[in-house]
């Protein structure tokens, strides 16, 4: 009786039956090529394999994923991204000892056979029958290329990889009938650059390129004798010969490896003990992959690039087709990140907000007119770890981000302003403005019956000294909440949302805008993207363009280049120029003397408007010039966090505004960003100060220095606002008086936040 192994299974005359089974269906292989009538080999009679005639005909070589590299839109490398660390080279850049190397230990008569080495079958079945186990295989150099090709093919679907290595005569079959393939359309030098690229060397790496760095920090060509065989030794086994976990195993292998060189003659036996003679001489590098380790703090843009990719159907009709394409790789793709604003947005935030702190802020810039994305940053590194995160606050839900986005406040008033000024107010428009009111009603809706104010809801003011009448440039620049709850009442809801639509706005899940009056003093979620382009529009004078981050992406299909298309940003009118002209000067006297002057730079003009929301959870600074805008939000991710009693920074606070934390984050990162470039004026509008037409007395000039109510202790500017539903004043455009009912939202109206404090940008409930 034939005696089995220690370890169990097969006995030795077993294992040799079974070779003599592979080694015979090779021969058969053979005789099916040279006699097709005989193709069959009666294999499919039992329905083991397919007939061999039935075979495809035609093995399409995979394109071998390799790394994407991600550029700046200077052409500096971001980050490398990949699936398989792979660098496709060219046989001549490749080492002759890698070459001699590959070919002594695993295939050392390459040269002299063809697909199929009937000579080093018997060889192998001699040896296995001798050692009582399969210790030597048969297999090809272009037999292995073949294989490693359906292990291509099947990519990282665990169910296809096992597929395409399985152990059966059919894989066999199809292997043998592609090899024979390509070795009449290749060639022997292309089947070992193939192989040489395609094999897997452990570590993460793919290639000699890729292993050649990982191991030895050099490129492939520049491989010595026993680098060469080291690197050659690990392919028939990764694991078991990996020099970083185990030295002593792949010296012995790169030695047999030398051995095996000097044996068929690729180098004299001295020049091999010499080489055994040297230590491994690693010089192990770290995979670099991902945008986690991308430069100038640009991960969460890296990461936004990859979800544009994989969600935008230019790049694929279904999700599953472009994530075959990214995973692919071979891509160089140029962005449009402008590297001295990445630069600046995270000094900036560096400077201002810790990531150890409570809270967290984001930053994105973007170029009017184009919609360009020129920096993208926050606090808390991108990571898993602590004080890290994976989202990215600048973005919708879809492209990384939150699933809400942040509630605005005082930010978004513009909008109902730029709506009520497209529709024919003037931004001389006075309302009453009280302390304190009643939120009116009905406020008129697009197509739904009217808001009613059925529980006498109520709406006030930051301060009781803030009491109307105002006009809408005053209004702005305090960020009186009485005044725009009684516009938006006052126009209806309608061409808000129409303006909105217009500017992109979404929340920050993707949704619509509901049709609530609360929508007037910032109550719903958005993303600082979704702000930063929207306020682009004021500043390219009403034409709203899409965002976009990629310039350009080139593909490596073998040795081509190939261009391939990509999202272009569509611009369109949302506003006339004048309606835009008339918000910029509005938006002007923000910053000059309102809620947001220590947000103002000095060496140009600039226009924005601040917010911070219900018990100041959220805190916003948006902003621009005429050739940049941007948006700065701070607050808790999780909105758990108010902002009251503080240290931000390693400054203490005791009550955080729109102007005072999030404004000079943008006033840094824009000056920076700016720094050298052009610096144009706006086209602004006269819109007479009260005291010049005989409006409210006393009040004085909106435009006086000194009257930052948003960012003094004392004074902390309007905060309620956003949970106050919408109404419609009776006053008409005259300014005259207006009904003054009075309610409060219940607590938790919207997504848990609470009705009352103070907001210091006026906007309330969930008014951030």
Not at 35 to 41: K, R, S, V
Not at 138 to 158: C, H, M, R, W
Not at 338 to 356: E, F, T
Not at 541 to 548: A, I
């Amino acid at each position: 009786m034939a005696k089995k192994r220690s370890s169990g299974g097969l006995s030795a005359t077993q294992q040799a039956a079974k070779f003599l089974g592979v080694s015979v269906l090779a021969g058969a292989v053979m005789a099916g090529i040279a006699l097709p009538a005989a193709g069959a080999l009666g294999l499919a009679a039992k329905g083991s394999v397919k007939g061999f005639d039935e075979i495809p005909a035609n093995l399409k070589s995979p394109q071998l994923s390799q790394r994407t590299t991600i550029l700046d839109s200077r052409g500096d490398q971001i980050a490398t991204v990949y699936s398989r660390d792979r660098t496709v080279v060219d046989l001549k850049n490749i080492s002759p000892y890698m070459q001699k190397a590959i070919v002594a230990i695993e295939d050392s008569r390459f040269y002299k056979h063809g697909a199929i080495d009937l000579k080093g079958v018997l060889r192998a079945l001699n040896k296995n029958a001798q050692s009582g186990g399969v210790s030597q295989g048969a297999s090809t150099l272009t037999q292995q290329l073949v294989k490693n090709y359906f292990i291509e093919e099947a990519g990282d679907d665990p169910t296809k990889v096992a597929e395409a290595t399985q152990q059966t005569l059919g894989r066999k079959v199809r292997e043998l009938k592609y090899a024979i393939q390509i070795e009449e359309k290749l060639g022997k030098k292309k089947i070992l650059e193939n192989y040489l690229n395609i094999t897997f060397f452990g570590e993460q790496a793919y290639g000699v390129e890729a292993a050649a760095q990982r191991y030895f920090a050099k490129h492939a060509k520049d491989l010595n004798l026993q680098e060469s065989a080291l690197l050659a030794g690990i392919v028939q086994s990764p694991s078991r010969y990996d020099p970083v976990n185990d030295e002593a195993e792949a010296t012995k292998r790169r030695n047999t490896v030398l051995q095996r060189m000097a044996e068929v003659g690729n180098v004299s036996q001295a020049e091999a003990d010499r080489a055994k003679e040297q230590p491994l001489g690693l010089h192990v590098s770290q995979p670099k992959n991902g945008c986690i380790t991308a430069t100038k703090g640009a991960a969460f843009f890296c990461k936004y690039v990859e979800h544009v990719f994989l969600t935008d159907p230019t790049f694929g009709k279904s999700r599953e087709e472009r994530a075959k394409l990214w995973n692919r790789g071979g891509l160089t793709i140029r962005t449009t990140l402008d590297p001295q604003a990445q630069d600046s947005v995270q000094a900036s935030l560096k400077k201002h907000v810790y990531k150890s702190d409570k809270v967290a802020a984001a930053a994105t810039l973007v170029e009017p007119g184009t919609g360009k994305v020129l920096a993208m940053g926050q606090s808390k590194p991108f990571g898993y770890g602590s004080n890290e995160t994976e989202y990215n606050f600048s973005v919708n839900r879809d492209l990384g981000g939150s699933n809400y986005g942040f509630p605005t406040g005082s930010t978004f008033k513009p909008f109902v302003a730029a709506a009520a000024i497209e529709g024919g107010k003037p931004a001389t428009q006075e309302y009453s403005a009280p302390y304190k009111m009643n939120y009116p009603s009905p406020v008129q809706r697009c197509s739904s019956n009217p808001y009613v104010n059925t529980k006498n809801e109520t709406v006030e003011n930051e301060n009781e000294s803030e009491k109307g009448p105002y006009r809408m440039k005053e209004a702005m620049a305090k960020s009186i909440n009485t005044y725009f709850v009684q516009l938006i009442s006052d126009i209806g809801l309608c061409p808000v949302v129409k303006m909105t639509d217009a500017l992109h706005v979404v929340q920050g899940d993707g949704s619509k805008l509901p049709e609530t009056p609360s929508i007037a003093l910032g109550s719903i979620g958005l993303s600082p993207l979704t702000m930063a382009s929207a306020y682009a529009t004021f500043a390219s004078r009403g034409m709203y363009c899409t965002p976009v981050a990629i310039e350009s992406i080139v593909q490596k299909v073998g040795n081509e280049q190939k261009s391939l298309e990509v999202p272009k940003s569509t611009c369109s009118r949302a506003m006339s120029e004048k309606t835009a002209d008339t918000v910029n000067t509005l938006l002007r006297g923000v910053v000059d003397s309102g809620t947001g002057q220590e947000a103002g730079l000095n060496d140009r003009e600039s226009a924005g408007k601040t917010g911070t929301t219900d018990e100041r959870k959220n805190a916003w600074f948006v902003g621009y010039t005429p050739n940049m805008s941007g948006a700065v939000w701070v607050g808790s991710a999780k909105q758990n966090v108010k902002m009251t009693g503080i240290t931000i920074g390693g400054v203490y606070r005791d009550l955080v505004f729109g102007g005072q934390v999030p404004g000079p984050i943008w006033r840094d990162a824009m000056a920076g960003a700016l720094a050298g470039k052009d610096a144009p004026d706006f086209q602004l509008v006269d819109i007479p100060d009260d005291q010049e037409d005989g409006g409210d007395q006393g009040k004085g000039d909106p435009g006086g220095r000194g009257r930052n109510r948003d960012n003094t202790g004392g004074q902390t500017g309007g905060l309620i606002g956003g949970l106050t539903n919408g109404g419609t004043s009776q006053g008409g455009d005259t300014g005259g008086t207006v009904p003054t009912p009075t309610f409060s939202f219940p607590d938790n109206f919207i997504e848990g936040q609470t009705n009352g404090g103070t907001n210091g940008n006026g906007i309330g409930g969930r008014r951030g």
